[in-house]
């Protein structure tokens, strides 16, 4: 079946730890997309990647760094400048333009900073 | 800058009643808008999608919504709702920037719960 995989589920972290999350399509889709859940806040745009080896910040980028090294893998790494990473993450893929770009989602990463 | 905005927070509805969940944009130019429905702890499942043409969409589930560029709006509706209907649902507006899609904008979410 094709999708989007986010792993792991839940992932806990130490302060001043960096800590990656996954996420995989077999979709065959050129664009992923990362973001951010917070209560009441809906979602926020972390970073996306419209194509391989290419990627560009979104509304609330500082603190992540995320690679795009083939086109079925987009890992975020939250790294210790994000001040409060404590959220539920989720991942998204796309075809690039107009019709396609609708956007599927992955089941999500909870992530929980100790 | 493109946004969205979800006047409600929650609404509550009696099972069997009509829905009608509000939503109203910003953006520019003709927007790409969306639908999406979240269960507890779970990614999003999209209901239904605007990008031209007729202004009334269908969707999945029963839902439909009605694009009206004049009010700057996209409101979700359903003649009647069922209990598997409580969940979070998300309006959001989408651009191609004419070098792929961009990144959607999400209003912040109506919490739909269910009266027996």
């Known amino acids: 079946d094709g999708g989007i995989t986010q792993s792991p589920k839940y992932l806990f972290r130490k302060e001043g730890q960096n800590v990656t999350l996954s996420c995989e399509q077999n979709l065959n889709h050129d664009a992923m997309y990362w973001y951010r859940q917070d209560p009441g806040q809906g979602l926020r745009l972390i970073y996306y990647?419209?194509?391989?080896?290419?990627?560009q910040k979104g509304d609330i980028a500082e603190g992540y760094s995320v690679s795009r090294e083939k086109k079925e893998s987009f890992p975020l790494t939250v790294t210790s400048a994000q001040k409060n990473p404590t959220a539920f993450y989720l991942c998204a893929s796309s075809g690039r333009h107009g019709q396609n770009n609708e956007q599927f989602f992955g089941p999500g990463t909870r992530l929980t900073v100790l | 800058a493109q946004s969205v905005t979800q006047p409600d927070i929650h609404i509550t509805v009696s099972e069997g009643a009509s829905l009608e969940l509000r939503c109203n944009y910003s953006y520019g130019a003709t927007p790409y808008l969306f639908w999406y429905v979240q269960s507890p702890g779970q990614g999003l499942q999209l209901l239904l999608k605007?990008?031209?043409?007729?202004?009334l969409v269908q969707g999945i589930k029963g839902f439909e919504a009605e694009f009206k560029r004049s009010q700057s709006s996209f409101n979700l509706r359903k003649p009647s709702v069922h209990w598997s209907d409580a969940a979070e649902y998300f309006c959001a507006v989408g651009a191609d920037s004419g070098g792929g899609a961009d990144g959607l904008t999400f209003g912040k979410g109506t919490h739909l719960i269910i009266q027996p």
């Open positions: 605007y990008f031209s043409g007729d202004t």
């Open positions: 990647s419209q194509i391989v080896n290419d990627f």
